[in-house]
T-cell receptor, first 114, second 113 residues
Framework: KAGVTQTPRYLIKTRGQQVTLSCSPI?????VSWYQQTPGQGLQFLFE???????NKGNFPGRFSGRQFSNSRSEMNVSTLELGDSALYLC?????????????FGQGTRLTVV | AQSVTQPDIHITVSEGASLELRCNYS??????LFWYVQSPGQGLQLLLK????DTLVQGIKGFEAEFKRSQSSFNLRKPSVHWSDAAEYFC???????????WGAGTKLIIKP
């Protein structure tokens, strides 16, 4: 079974630009969560989608948005990039969206804003 | 506010020595509790989890963790570490009611030969 796939793996963008990151969950998984990881900060929750519905959103500005498609693939978008948006963005998928099922993580997209 | 504290940013242990990584949480109720490991260049991998029942849980790679409700702690232990255990370890908590995990800042484990 293929794992969680995130594309691209690495990205360099300029301040003010926008970026779209993609996450393909494990086949059959309907829940996708996104996290931002920065050194010393751990992982910060961005949002969670289940069957195309956003069920929760973390404490991030409106420049961060996401969506989920009918095939459970998800994208997140960051507009008007700032230097502080440089981070590893991780996507996790789980079967039914309950936390007592294991979440499987992708390897992440490393975003660098210059 | 809900939070997870991993008080040790780095821990250095000798190969073969025992290990304990600390995790304390602040939450309105008893949440689900998790430990994940992140090796360099690798994704996060679940080591073990606690939902209910026996407070001592066994995980993969010889790890175990003990939930102590009175201390709001969920410490990770291993009796004898191997060089391959060098990685960053994250404690996380969450509830189904809000579909998110709250994470500690991580503890980087360094193994001395």
């Amino acid at each position: 079974k293929a794992g969680v796939t995130q594309t691209p793996r690495y990205l360099i963008k300029t301040r003010g630009q926008q970026v779209t990151l993609s996450c393909s969950p494990i086949s059959g998984h309907r829940s996708v969560s996104w996290y931002q990881q920065t050194p010393g900060q751990g992982l910060q929750f961005l949002f969670e989608y289940f069957s195309e519905t956003q069920r929760n959103k973390g404490n991030f500005p409106g420049r961060f948005s996401g969506r989920q498609f009918s095939n459970s693939r998800s994208e997140m978008n960051v507009s008007t990039l700032e230097l502080g948006d440089s981070a590893l963005y991780l996507c996790a998928s789980s079967p039914g969206g309950r936390l007592n099922t294991e979440a499987f993580f992708g390897q992440g997209t490393r975003l660098t804003v210059v | 506010a809900q939070s997870v504290t991993q008080p040790d940013i780095h821990i250095t242990v000798s190969e073969g020595a025992s290990l304990e990584l600390r995790c304390n949480y602040s939450y309105g109720a008893t949440p689900y509790l998790f430990w994940y490991v992140q090796s360099p260049g690798q994704g996060l991998q679940l080591l073990l989890k606690y939902f209910s029942g026996d407070t001592l849980v066994q995980g993969i790679k010889g790890f175990e963790a003990e939930f102590k409700r009175s201390q709001s702690s969920f410490n990770l232990r291993k009796p004898s570490v191997h060089w391959s255990d060098a990685a960053e370890y994250f404690c996380a908590v969450g509830m189904d009611s809000n579909y998110q995990l709250i994470w500690g800042a991580g503890t980087k484990l360094i193994i001395k030969p």
